[in-house]
């Protein structure tokens, strides 16, 4: 959520921030937030002016005689400036759900470097690594490939859950479990961070907290209270929300900065708007697993850190021999909640395309200050709390590095073979074939 104060002061130039995103500042109801912004202002001194007369009035109040007109008169007056300034209270009170409501749909300003464009045809590519696999056979997407081999059960999935859910088999199911301890490995005894293992259902806050809630509840499967029970609760889409959100409303030792958390976990998305795209294969499903790295930065440390996180992601397909490039979003391509946004694109020989496998983000304060995140400056007692940055990225979607690997290391005779650097979790296997 973007500082009030900030959005107010600065109307033009986060205007033209939103317009850079290629977002009409009117739809998103700017055209209220300065009304607002003054109507909030004014109620708070008419508030604070009345409170001042009141506690006058009733300092008074014992220097009068008991019971006289003058004591009566005196604390008619009190209450009548207590009902006055209960009125403005209310019209502060109207005013902040106003401006807030606003705030939580408005996205993050883009950093000065993020190009300008409206969609993914104004990304930049950055970098490419490796080469293209060449074949001298025409390569199979992995949807054919998974099926012959007996890996990836469709119809099966279909079966249990409709579409866009997949079982998975044998060497296939033991290539998502090996992927996901291999990343988790790398980004643990690699480059230092904590793995956690957070629950899959969370409130509401949490997701208010990272952004997806309130604008994106239509990609989201909740957990609807019904009967004797009290609670509602989302599956979660990834574990960015819980993980930002597992020091929310905390202040942090900034000795303690930079916090780095790894993080296996499920996935849910409800795909709400994606009907008739990716219906084949497991690019697009409502359940898929993602190893996913979180920061808790300092704003200084923020932009450094997240080339390290996307340096990070891109560690794990190299290490698995996965030709990819890395593409900058311009500012309509990216998340509401990001500033800024490296997406990591995987090459796919039976489609020949290019599909994204991370995404890494730097989020600046935008995320810290929905969930109440802040760490008070090292050393210093009495610092004012200050927000956190927080950034996050996929480190990777498993089950698009299970795509990748069936499609790029995909062999004549129908057989895919396994990444070297896989083989120690897959008990030696180096080749999958047939069942």
């Known amino acids: 959520m973007l500082d009030l104060r900030y959005v107010v002061d600065h109307l033009e130039a986060v205007e033209a921030g939103l317009r850079k995103r290629h977002k009409d500042p009117a739809e998103l ?34 220097k009068l005689p008991k019971g006289s ?8 007056r009190a209450r009548r400036l207590g009902d006055e300034a209960k009125v403005f209270e209310a019209k502060k009170d109207e005013a902040e759900a106003a401006i807030e409501d606003i705030l939580l749909r408005v996205p993050n300003l883009p950093d000065d470097d993020v190009p300008e464009g409206g969609d993914e045809t104004a990304n930049v590519v950055v970098s490419t690594w490796g080469e293209r696999p060449a074949f001298d056979f025409k390569p199979r997407d992995h949807h054919d490939l998974g099926e012959s081999l007996g890996i990836l059960d469709f119809e099966r999935g279909a079966k249990l859950s409709g579409a866009r859910f997949t079982v998975l088999w044998g060497a296939g199911a033991a290539m998502e479990r090996a992927l996901v301890s291999f990343m988790l490995d790398l980004h643990v005894h690699a480059h230092g961070y904590t793995e956690a293992y957070p629950p899959f259902l969370v409130k509401g806050d949490a997701l208010r907290g990272t952004g997806q809630l ?43 900065l930079p916090r780095k958390y790894t993080a296996y976990t ?51 397909l190299r290490a698995l021999g996965l030709h990819y490039r890395k593409v900058l979003l311009c500012a309509g391509d990216m998340g509401a909640a990001a500033r800024k946004t490296y997406d990591l694109e995987v090459w796919l020989p039976g489609q020949g395309a290019y599909r994204e496998i991370s995404s890494c983000s730097n989020f600046g ?30 480190g990777l979607a498993v089950g698009r590095t299970l795509v990748a690997i069936l499609e790029q290391y995909q062999q004549a005779d129908g057989s895919v073979a396994v990444p070297a650097a896989l083989r120690p979790y897959l008990r030696g296997l180096e080749r999958v074939t047939k069942r």
């Open 29 to 62: 109801g700017f055209d209220r937030l300065k009304e607002l912004a003054d109507a909030r202002r004014q109620a708070i001194r008419a508030n604070e002016s009345l409170r001042q007369e009141q506690n006058a009035a009733s300092a008074q109040f014992p």
């Open 69 to 76: 007109p003058e004591q009566n008169e005196l604390r008619e």
């Open 214 to 256: 309130p604008k994106f509840e239509a990609d989201l499967f909740k957990i609807a209270a019904t009967g004797e029970r009290s609670y509602d609760l989302y599956l979660i889409p990834t574990a960015e929300v819980p993980v930002t959100n597992l020091h929310g409303g905390e202040i942090l030792d900034g000795a303690t």
């Open 266 to 316: 499920p996935c849910f998305r409800a795909e709400a708007g994606t009907y008739g795209k990716d219906t084949r294969g497991l690019i697009r499903q409502h359940q898929f697993d993602k190893v996913e790295v979180v920061r808790l930065e300092r704003p200084e440390d923020s932009a450094a850190a997240h080339e390290a996180l996307t340096g990070e992601a891109e560690a794990v």
């Open 365 to 394: 304060d935008y995320q810290a200050r929905r969930a109440g995140l802040k760490y008070r400056p090292a050393g210093d007692a009495k610092a004012k709390p200050r927000l956190l940055h927080t950034l996050n990225g996929s």
